[in-house]
């Protein structure tokens, strides 16, 4: 009896496993679909236009959006670290800390990248081109602070490591850099092409 219970307890383990699994797979399908959507616009906007960037606006400074590249990478990189310190299980939350402490920085330097184009005059109903802009890094940051809130919210759940641990740090993992595959993706075909 007691055995069967411990199997069927096993077998709810993994079940929930597959779930959780399946659930951020889902959630990363609708959010790049949203993304993929908004680009498809970007593009036709961007290849049916005579000029670009439009008349009127000079595309801008690459300085802060190639910081907040670098620095999303580096919080990718530094998080593939830790995560396969958790799957060796060495639960040093360092590597969990500096991703966290880089997210913040991200989001600092896209505070300072808005204050900027402010500072040179373009503002959300400065046209289209500008609009854009504005909307991809909002809608972006917006998930970037659902990241910091994974973050945040693994860095306590691994206090109570369990059978499920390895998957909330994969499955963050996912969500931590997709965001940084779609800020590379944004940062190519708005600021650089």
Do not use: C
């Amino acid at each position: 009896m007691a055995q069967a219970q411990a199997h069927n307890i096993a077998q709810a383990k993994e079940g929930d496993k597959v779930i959780s699994t399946i659930a951020m797979i889902v959630t990363l399908v609708s959010f790049g679909m949203l993304f993929l959507t908004l680009m498809m616009g970007f593009a036709i906007y961007r290849f049916t236009a005579p000029v670009w960037p439009p008349a009127g606006m000079e595309k801008p400074s690459l300085l802060l959006p190639t910081i907040s590249t670098l620095v999303i990478v580096l919080s990718s990189i530094i998080y593939m670290s830790f995560e396969k310190n958790v799957v060796k299980g060495m639960a040093d939350k360092r590597g969990l800390t500096w991703t966290l402490i880089l997210g913040v920085a991200f989001m600092v330097s896209q505070f300072l990248f808005w204050n900027q184009l402010k500072s040179h005059g373009i503002f959300v109903s400065s046209g289209i081109f500008a609009s854009i802009i504005y909307a991809f890094t909002w809608i972006h940051a917006a998930h970037i602070v659902a990241g910091l809130g994974l973050l945040v919210w693994l860095y306590s759940a691994l206090k109570t490591a369990d059978s499920m641990t390895a998957v909330k740090v994969a499955n963050v993992g996912k969500f931590w850099h997709f965001l940084g595959i779609v800020w590379i993706i944004m940062f190519v075909t708005i600021f650089v092409l």
